[in-house]
């Protein structure tokens, strides 16, 4: 079963725009929210987190909103680079349980 | 501290052989996790090990695999009997156990190919 889903397998936007990166789950009990980023011939690599108990995380260009009622989070990308080209993965974590990973999102910023 | 090592990072392999994979966690991180990738899929969880001890396993991990992590430090994951099925990319990630919560460190994985 796919707790973690990103529907949409690609995005493309001009560099300085916004980009946004959506991701949906169905396990309500899910208390902690990542998104990595992943360059080809590299592992996944730790982007920004939020708990679930919070409904936004920022970090410099980056930023995380969480709706829980929708069981929805995304992820914000102010202004996109050329360097931030690159497959972005969701993931949820229920207590000390695995993480769980979406499909990913390629992220492609044009220059 | 360089990070997670996996070794190696390609392996092509015949149909029916044994592989074996190795990872080396950041030395301080006491978990160790294993992760398959197929192609236009996310990481997918097969095991993860909390020092030496194996807590919890995925329904993918078949009686073909087996993980090991003797010292809690580092980790293989042996395949026997490989079937085409088993091509895929092999991720170990680790992380540390302290307040808050970090996120995990993944190596750069094994691809695996099976012919």
């Known amino acids: 079963d796919q707790q973690v889903k990103q529907n949409s397998p690609s995005l493309s936007v001009q560099e300085g725009r916004i980009s946004i990166l959506n991701c949906d789950y169905t396990n309500s009990m899910f208390d902690y929210f990542l998104w990595y980023k992943k360059y080809p011939a590299e592992g996944p690599t730790f982007l920004i987190s939020i708990s679930s108990i919070k409904d936004k995380n920022e970090d410099g260009r980056f930023t995380v909103f969480l709706n829980k009622s929708a069981k929805h989070l995304s992820l914000h990308i102010v202004p996109s680079q050329p360097g931030d080209s690159a497959v972005y993965f969701c993931?949820?974590?229920?207590?000390?349980?695995?993480?769980?990973f979406g499909a990913g999102t390629r992220l492609t910023v044009k220059p | 501290d360089t990070g997670v090592s996996q070794d190696p990072r390609h392996k092509i392999t015949k149909r029916g052989q044994n592989v074996t994979f190795r990872c080396d966690p950041i030395?301080?991180?006491?978990?160790l996790y294993w992760y398959r990738q197929t192609l236009g899929q996310g990481p997918e969880f097969l095991t993860y090990?909390?020092?030496?001890?194996?807590?919890?396993k995925s329904r993918l991990l078949s009686d073909r695999f087996s993980a090991e992590r003797p010292k809690g430090s580092f980790s293989t994951l042996e395949i026997q009997r490989t079937e085409q099925g088993d091509s895929a990319m092999y991720l170990c990630?680790?992380?540390?156990?302290?307040?808050?919560?970090?996120?995990?460190?993944f190596g750069s994985g094994t691809r695996l190919t099976v012919v």
């Open positions: 030395s301080e991180h006491n978990r």
């Open positions: 090990f909390q020092n030496e001890a194996q807590l919890e």
């Open positions: 993931a949820a974590k229920e207590g000390n349980n695995d993480m769980r």
């Open positions: 990630a680790s992380s540390i156990d302290r307040g808050g919560y970090y996120g995990y460190t």
